[in-house]
């Protein structure tokens, strides 16, 4: 019988202190040690340390003491502390490049976007970009105190876990080593698809506060994310955890095609979602612009101007691409088994009138639409999702293993 392993203080010390993270950043209110120990499992002994310890690490601060009832004594709420731990996100996409600096309260300390398309440019001169554009960041937060904790890096195209890119249509990059970029090693950033990231920012409490707004989206829950942009991205989302697949590569509902007599995607396949409902496309299609040309922003602004104008081939366009959007849902669906689909990026601007038709259209053609409450839904987090998940892909590496960060901190001190 193979001996079995023995649990080491530290480790279940260091699993109750993420478990005390992840319940305060879920919650919508400050909660008392003796809630915190109700929600979480843990005696009021335990809770009363792990508090000390999070207190002392300004993890988290204490709010006035409140009265439950006419006896006992008064209860101090914990909440989730602003300032001291930061994590950075990093994104280059097709329209830009940048970064965004976030604490544990979701707060952005800073953030800057470079607003010119990598498209056409190497990745050596686009990482060096990012590099000059963040670095004078990078000190100031360290004089201003804080610690940063890690480094998300997203990226419109397939990383490996081993942090290569292998490829980026859209960008027209392939077989990139992240490693060989100082600003990637410097900040041991960890680099993944926008799609995934810009979902993981959709889910409350993730990595940072999750605050008081209503979301469609539950802590645990599950979800389709979509991501519209020159191409198409997404993302699954089970149990609260973004779904990657055995090598990363899960989720890739823009290459899944829609007609097997379809244009030709940029991928080398034919009929794929992208090639009907990507930005790009549908600004060829409707004649707006070419080329380079169809990949820039400005053409897609143009493009929604001239359907919203009831320009006859701009209108064709967009029913032909939403046709496809509700048939590539639609299969993505039956696969999944999941009843949110949350769509971003593009499409955002049609509103609740596309999100409203994709509800019905979605609900008529999954098999089971009869049983599943469907809805389509415009993202929670709409504005650059993908560059705040990278941050919050940075802050989980804290929240995950809280006792090294605290630990180092008492070694500085």
Not at 189 to 208: D, K, R, S, V
Not at 355 to 379: F, I, K, N, S, Y
């Amino acid at each position: 019988m193979a001996a079995l392993r023995r649990i080491n203080q530290e480790d279940l010390r260091n699993h109750n202190l993420s478990v005390v993270i992840d319940t305060l950043l879920q919650s919508t209110v400050p909660m008392s040690r003796a809630e915190l120990a109700k929600a979480t499992g843990l005696t009021k002994a335990t809770m009363s340390l792990l508090g000390s310890m999070l207190l002392e690490g300004r993890v988290v601060t204490e709010g006035d003491p409140t009265m439950q009832s006419n006896y006992g004594r008064p209860s101090t709420p914990l909440a989730i502390a602003a300032g001291t731990w930061a994590g950075i996100g990093l994104q280059i996409n097709t329209d830009g490049y940048g970064y965004i600096v976030l604490d544990l309260t979701g707060r952005v300390i800073a953030q800057e976007w470079e607003p010119s398309s990598p498209i056409g440019c190497s990745p050596e001169e686009i990482f060096d970009r990012l590099d000059a554009l963040v670095t004078p960041t990078e000190r100031e937060l360290a004089n201003l105190g804080y610690r940063v904790v890690g480094t998300g890096l997203a990226l419109p195209g397939l990383v490996t876990d081993d942090q290569r890119l292998l490829s980026a249509p859209n960008l027209d990059w392939g077989m990139v080593d992240l490693q060989e970029f100082d600003v990637v090693t410097r900040l041991d950033a960890a680099a993944g698809n926008e799609a995934n990231m810009a979902a993981l920012a959709q889910i409350p409490g993730y990595a940072t506060c999750r605050g008081g707004g209503e979301s469609p989206i539950d802590a645990g829950g599950s979800f389709l994310y979509v991501s519209t942009d020159v191409g198409i991205g997404g993302a699954l989302v089970r149990d609260g955890r973004v779904v990657t697949g055995d090598h990363g590569f899960g989720g890739e509902i823009g290459h899944l095609s829609v007609s097997m007599d379809g244009p030709k995607c940029r991928c080398g396949r034919c009929g794929c979602l992208e090639a009907y409902a990507g930005r790009r496309s549908m600004v060829e299609a409707a004649g707006v612009a070419t080329g380079a040309d169809a990949a820039r922003s400005g053409a897609a602004i143009e493009l929604y101007e001239r359907w919203r104008r009831g320009d006859e081939k701009a209108v064709e366009t967009i029913e032909r691409a939403v046709r496809a959007l509700g048939s590539a849902i639609s299969s993505t669906i039956n696969l999944m088994d999941a009843q949110t689909v949350i769509l971003g990026g593009f499409w955002q601007q049609f509103g609740t009138d596309l999100t409203d038709r994709l509800t019905r259209d979605v609900a008529g053609q999954v098999l089971a639409g009869r049983e599943l409450a469907m809805q389509v839904v415009q993202p929670p987090v709409s504005e650059r999702p993908a560059l705040r998940g990278a941050a919050e892909v940075g802050l989980r590496r804290f929240i995950d293993n809280p006792l090294r960060y605290l630990d180092e901190g008492e070694a500085v001190k």
